[in-house]
């Protein structure tokens, strides 16, 4: 994806409050992100570790979108595949998380859920580029190619469902 500054992560978020995206943790080291590599921007919020981030493209536009971890029951909710990238993680690293849906549908209260890599780092374990603590992917049949364009629908798919 092009390379974004604050400004644009700042006013890309689709579910949440224009205040809660001005204060909202955004990574410092923007100018050295991988970004010719990354499907989506994702990070985790320091300052609240229910909370965590991702900004990717849609319609030419970034798309932001706040996820929480329902924290009490994390145990409980964990699987071992990513939905997104489908790396797998046995030790844990895989959560759900749970997202507000856009506009009115959100302000009533609906989310949707995802099991994703933790760290928020599908896109460089798509690319070889971060190997899961496993010590390595399942061997795919599919080219690098269709990886990255799988993982874009499973990302797509995800951002339809805010916005139904
Ligand atoms: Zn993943």
């Known amino acids: 994806m092009r390379t974004l500054t604050?400004?644009?992560?700042?006013?890309?978020f689709v579910n949440c409050s224009r205040g809660e995206a001005r204060r909202l943790a955004v990574p410092r080291d923007l100018d050295s992100r991988p970004w010719d590599d990354l499907d989506f921007l994702g990070w985790r919020d320091p300052g609240a570790p229910d909370r965590s981030y991702l900004v990717t493209e849609r319609d030419g536009r970034p798309v932001g979108v706040t996820l929480r971890f329902p924290a009490s029951r994390r145990g409980f909710l964990h699987?071992?595949?990513c939905s997104l990238c489908l790396t797998t993680h046995p030790g844990g690293g895989v959560s759900l998380m749970?997202?507000?849906?856009?506009?009115a549908a959100g302000r009533e209260g609906n989310s949707?859920?995802?099991?994703?890599?933790?760290?928020?780092?599908?896109s460089l374990y798509v690319r070889g580029r971060k190997v899961p603590e496993s010590g390595g992917r399942f061997e795919e049949?599919?080219?690098l190619e269709e990886q990255i364009a799988r993982t874009a629908g499973n990302l797509t798919a995800f951002l339809d469902k805010l916005f139904e």
Request: glycine share 6%; hydrophobic share 35%.
């Open 6 to 12: 604050e400004h644009d992560i700042r006013t890309s």
């Open 79 to 81: 699987r071992s595949m």
């Open 98 to 103: 749970t997202a507000r849906k856009a506009g």
């Open 112 to 122: 949707v859920g995802l099991y994703m890599c933790t760290d928020l780092a599908c």
């Open 141 to 143: 049949s599919l080219t």
